[in-house]
């Protein structure tokens, strides 16, 4: 059997991988690198531009970001910060194509504007109120609000244009809102680094062994198409493999994941390559979820961008399963269980049981219930024209809260060990747009030495606002969101109503 070192182990070919495995080539390239994907190209699960939403999520039109209090004011801070760490997301990919290590823009994001949009007149109020909250920060202050018929017509066409009367209706909008396809960024980046010999990428290839070795991590690797297994040593682990991360770290008995189970959530979205009708509409227009439904089957309406042609999407769609992945198996659920995390599963799934009851039955209805969701928004559709897409995996996070009973999670979480040589990423909204912001989390925790002398000054050429706050230093907002909207080309928008400077001022 032959066997290998190297410095670094990245294990799963998603976003979140080749992100980290791009920051650590910029920031220390002595550094050995292997990858390893069991699929057969980067990005086939949870990246793949079909399997997620393709938002770059900025707290722009996710309603749920910003949840109503009791006093009638709208809390904005979870907007504020997923919006400050997209913004990380925007200098480095900027930063990479003027570098040449990306190519144009058009290849992996376009400016697709952001809208939230209700009806119902409580609605209307909640997003005013939520405008006028969120304007009043510098990060939010190009965000525009209507409430009247002849603005909404103009900014939804396709959903306003053909109404003939009217319920109460309100919509916000940001012009240089984001279209990311982000299997489309995975495979550059990938391409990138093979082409550099940064990192060794090797795809159907799973992890069959995962066990602590001295300081580091010993590893057996088979490859699906020969079934010849390699052992590697490595002093750094990141499991950056979807559904799959938990199963791993239950492999190689993190302490720290004790507890820890997951909830798999299925999706569906209702597609239409009509690009006249996509273009037309151009825009993600979210709205608000159903009594009782998941964040991530939040409805919105999508212009996207998926190999080079525009495309309509609207969902998704939330349903039960029990695979952890897409290509998984029906027993994922149900091999993950062990007697640390039984109490957690088991306190979830009886106080949560209206959620499971909800998914199941999303599950099982047919396209015409979808199709009447989707003439909540679109009120004239052909519906030949629409097709069901099966969507990406999602597990949510199952763990312990501080009194032992198990808490049901919707966020991202990055998990280390103690000692720092092996870490993880579980969950998922607002998951790939903030892939930069929580790679760098990584590195913090478990490799210090690469935000430290020579390495952080390559690091904040990078990322300017690197250790920077900018919800605090509104200059330096100014300067560094004009510079990545003017290279990324998604700073159309921006000069509507004010310059650059006024609007951060």
Not at 114 to 124: A, I, M
Not at 149 to 159: A, G, K, N, Q, Y
Not at 303 to 329: C, M, Q, V
Request: charged share 20%; net charge neutral.
């Amino acid at each position: 059997m032959a066997s290998f070192d190297t410095d670094v182990l990245l294990i799963g070919g998603g976003v979140m991988s080749i992100t980290l495995a791009s920051l650590i080539s910029q920031l220390d390239s002595s550094r050995s690198m292997t990858l390893v994907e069991q699929g057969r190209q980067l990005a086939g699960e949870s990246s793949d531009a079909w399997n997620n939403a393709g938002t770059g999520h900025a707290g722009y039109c996710e309603l749920n970001y910003t949840p109503a209090q009791g006093d009638g004011s709208v809390a904005i801070d979870r907007a504020l910060a997923i919006n400050e760490r997209f913004e990380i997301s925007l200098q480095f990919w900027s930063s990479l194509v003027e570098k040449g290590l990306l190519p144009g823009p058009d290849d992996f994001i376009r400016s697709v504007p952001h809208l939230s949009w209700v009806q119902g007149q409580d609605e209307c109020r909640f997003l005013r109120a939520r405008h006028r909250a969120l304007q009043a920060h510098p990060l939010f202050r190009g965000m525009e609000f209507t409430d009247q018929d002849s603005t909404l017509s103009d900014w939804l066409p396709l959903i306003h244009g053909a109404r003939q009367t009217f319920t109460p209706s309100a919509a916000t909008r940001v012009t240089h809102g984001s279209d990311v396809n982000f299997g489309s960024l995975t495979r550059l980046l990938g391409r990138s680094l093979t082409q550099s010999g940064a990192c060794d990428i090797r795809l159907q290839c799973r992890v069959t062994g995962l066990e602590r070795h001295n300081r580091g991590w010993r590893v057996t690797l088979t490859n699906y198409e020969s079934g010849e297994q390699q052992v590697l040593t490595a002093r750094f682990v990141f499991i950056g493999a979807g559904g799959a991360a938990l199963p791993l770290l239950q492999k190689a008995g993190v302490q720290e994941a004790r507890g820890y189970g997951g909830f798999p959530v299925s999706g569906l979205w209702l597609a239409c390559n009509d690009q006249s009708l996509a273009l037309q509409h151009n825009a993600k227009v979210y709205s608000q979820a159903p009594v009782g439904a998941p964040p991530m089957s939040v409805p919105h309406l999508d212009t996207r961008f998926i190999n080079g042609k525009a495309a309509l999407l609207f969902g998704p769609f939330a349903g039960f399963t029990t695979r952890f992945l897409k290509e998984g198996g029906v027993m994922d659920l149900v091999r993950s269980v062990r007697h640390h995390n039984l109490k957690p599963l088991l306190d979830v799934a009886i106080h949560n049981w209206p959620l499971t009851r909800y998914l199941i039955k999303e599950s099982l209805s047919p396209k015409s219930s979808r199709l009447e969701q989707l003439q909540r928004f679109i009120p004239d559709i052909d519906p030949d024209a629409w097709a069901l897409v099966r969507a990406g995996q999602r597990v949510q996070i199952i763990k312990p809260d501080s009194q032992g009973r198990g808490s049901l999670e919707f966020g991202t979480e990055v998990l280390s060990t103690s000692d720092g040589s092996l870490a993880a990423l579980l969950g998922a909204s607002p998951g790939a747009s903030t892939c930069v912001a929580a790679m760098l989390d990584v590195i913090e925790r478990c490799l210090p030495e690469l935000v430290q002398g020579a390495s952080l000054q390559t690091l904040q050429a990078l990322i300017p606002s690197y250790g920077q706050s900018l919800q605090q230093d509104h200059q330096l907002l100014a300067d560094i969101r004009k510079h990545t909207l003017s290279t990324l080309a998604l700073g159309n928008g921006m000069e509507n109503t004010q310059t650059e400077r006024s609007l951060y001022a």
